[in-house]
């Protein structure tokens, strides 16, 4: 066993030349439950037991004991710059509860496999094989009883937050180039404060170089293979051809106004709207927060109205009928 380091990133994870990962931040997890707050119930599923692809199922209160109309479906990818956190952290369980319950959706929160013993572009196929789980519930057909009789497939949405939500954007490409067409309805898609990065230097990026390179030296590690560093289309938008077919009609994509990323999700929106993709995209900022603020804080005003915002965007099409 060796103690030689190859990569030490900010104090938050550790490669040693040996090939051990030590993590410092969301590796703890939190069991599956009936939480007493919101009366969100959830329960966890093994999706593939080769290669341990796993998630965390959420239903709301309304739903526990009643058969009431299916509700829209949010398939949530974590952030952690692919190579941290996992669904199951305190983090992100506490997050998704309160989400479920402030909104009435049933949320599937997939626990991808992290770079770099996994790298990209493993978490994609991770994120992708959990999307095929999910449509082979079509017709009420798939393992889960709780999305078979809750969950509404015509009314399915991505959201993710950081490296999440760059999951979320190229997981709706997927759907919109893939010649394997899954058996649900993408209607939207909800981008937070979206891990997006490019080499040449837009906005504020020039006044925050350190930022820059420990964003750089994540993307790095979790794709060594990558030719193309920055410029990668899977962390690039702008160098993406297929941008354009992005397989859903509505896009939100939320920036915080202190994120160093904030100028990589409104280049973002400035690209979809000069494509040829013809959906409607909206844009939220937080005025004063940075990034993932959200996360450390669910009752805080800015949190409560991005979720407000998401509740809003996710019922667009339903509200009043």
Not at 43 to 48: E, F, K, Q
Not at 276 to 299: I, P, S
């Amino acid at each position: 066993m060796s103690d030689e380091v190859d990569y030490d990133i900010s104090s938050l994870i550790k490669v040693y030349n040996d090939g051990r990962v030590e993590r410092f931040r969301g590796t703890d997890v939190v069991p599956s439950s009936l939480d007493s707050e919101t009366g969100v119930q959830s329960t966890d599923v093994v999706i593939s037991a080769e290669t341990g692809l796993s998630a965390r199922l959420y239903i709301p209160k309304t739903t526990i004991n009643t058969a009431t109309q299916k509700l829209p479906l949010l398939v949530y990818f974590h952030g952690g710059a692919f190579c941290m956190e996992n669904a199951y952290s305190p983090t992100y369980h506490n997050y998704v509860n309160s989400l479920v319950g402030l909104s009435n959706i049933v949320v599937v929160s997939v626990n991808y496999r992290l770079a770099p013993e996994n790298p990209i572009p493993i978490a994609y196929d991770d994120s992708w094989a959990a999307l095929k789980w999910v449509a082979s519930h079509f017709e009420g057909k798939g393992t889960s009883e709780w999305l078979n009789s809750k969950a509404d497939l015509e009314r399915v949405f991505f959201a993710g937050d950081s490296a999440g939500a760059n999951i979320a954007n190229n997981m709706a490409i997927r759907v919109g180039i893939s010649e394997e067409k899954l058996s649900f309805r993408l209607e939207g898609i909800v981008l937070v404060h979206p891990y997006f990065m490019g080499e040449q230097v837009i906005g504020e990026e020039a006044n925050r170089p350190q930022i820059k390179a420990l964003l750089e030296a994540f993307w790095l590690l979790a794709c060594p293979s990558s030719t193309k560093g920055l410029d990668d289309p899977f962390i690039n938008p702008a160098e993406d051809p297929n941008l354009e077919r992005l397989g859903c009609g509505r896009v939100l994509v939320c920036v915080a106004e202190r994120d160093f990323v904030k100028d990589r999700g409104l280049y973002y929106i400035e690209l979809l709207r000069k494509s040829e993709w013809r959906g409607a995209v909206e844009v939220m900022e937080a005025k004063g927060e940075d990034h993932v603020f959200h996360l450390h804080d669910l009752t805080s005003n800015n949190a409560i109205a991005m979720v407000n915002k998401i509740v809003s965007f996710i019922f667009h099409q339903h509200i009043n009928v």
